[in-house]
């Protein structure tokens, strides 16, 4: 293998984590630049991958992790840090001077906001304005934005306890509609851009599944993929709200997975683009064909 066209990944897991298995699929070098020295860091290394102990948020050891890079991977859990640490990556790329690609995962709902709109997440603005500085750095970059996933813990998590215990899907969605995409396929878009990124400098390209549905529809594929029968239960916003907490999930995420709730309410999810065939030449899932492949998960 050789080197020049070494990716760095922050983070041991998440979407990363994904894209790393696409690429090394195609025999492209990856380094992961993670926060501590675990298990998953371990198991990395056993895959292929070079690994590096760093922090978005730490110049010094961006700095140290780019070393030999030429493409990177920006991408980050829901994090209040999030500006911050594009911010970082992209003073410490400039000044390194030799990326030839930084892909960025974003969030569709940018594509819907402005400087001045206030209906969005805190998390949402924060991925706004990390285009923003990405766009201003000057570096050579690349937008990926996906709606909401289908391996969100709405969708799985939360969705198995309920199928289980009564056959329903219970959320707080009313009668939008949405159109959810799945992590495998936003990582081969990532990958694909990052083993061949010259055509894709400049682009945004924003990722939805096959079709968009309301909750009803939803709860249909469901049930056809796991074979048996499962509604959908429109729950009450504020019940659903107060029990959001009790998961022991920092107050930021909270606030984003409440305002997803409502801006799914407000039909601001009901969006279908082609960009994931657009880039991978390969059509999204289904939510069936996505549900069928995790049958036990769901049935248990």
Do not use: C
Not at 4 to 14: D, K, M, T
Not at 69 to 98: D, K, N
Not at 163 to 175: D, H, M, Q, R, Y
Not at 265 to 293: C, H, K, L, M, W
């Amino acid at each position: 293998m050789v080197t020049s066209n070494l990716v760095l990944i922050p983070g041991a897991g998440g979407v990363g984590r994904t894209v790393f298995e696409q690429l090394r699929a195609q025999d492209v070098p990856v380094r992961f630049m993670v926060r501590r020295e675990d298990e998953r860091a371990a198991d990395l290394r056993a895959r292929g991958a070079e690994v590096v102990v760093g922090d978005l948020t730490r110049p010094e050891t961006v700095a140290a992790a780019l070393q030999g890079v030429t493409r990177m991977y920006f991408g980050m859990a829901v994090s209040p840090h999030h500006l911050l640490a594009a911010s970082v990556v992209a003073s410490v790329a400039r000044e390194y001077g030799q990326l030839e690609a930084l892909v960025d995962l974003s969030q569709m709902t940018v594509s819907q906001m402005s400087a001045t709109s206030t209906e969005e997440s805190h998390q949402q603005r924060l991925h706004w304005l990390t285009e923003q500085v990405l766009d201003w750095s000057g570096l050579p970059v690349v937008h990926i934005r996906p709606t909401v996933f289908l391996d969100t813990p709405l969708f799985t998590d939360l969705a198995a306890r309920s199928i289980k215990e009564n056959g329903t899907i219970a959320l707080p969605f009313s009668t939008g509609r949405t159109s959810p995409v799945a992590v495998d396929d936003v990582a081969r878009v990532l990958a694909t851009v990052l083993r061949d990124p010259a055509p894709h400098i400049g682009q945004v390209y924003e990722l939805t599944g096959p079709r968009s549905v309301d909750m009803t529809e939803l709860a249909t594929e469901f049930s056809r993929a796991l074979g048996r029968e499962v509604s959908y239960v429109d729950l009450p916003p504020q019940r659903w709200e107060e029990q959001l907490p009790k998961l022991g999930l920092p107050p930021h995420v909270v606030q984003h997975i409440i305002t997803m709730a409502r801006l799914h309410r407000d039909n601001r999810y009901d969006r279908v683009t082609d960009g994931v065939e657009r880039v991978t030449g390969v059509a999204p899932q289904s939510i069936e064909a996505f549900v069928a492949a995790r049958k036990d998960f769901y049935l248990g």
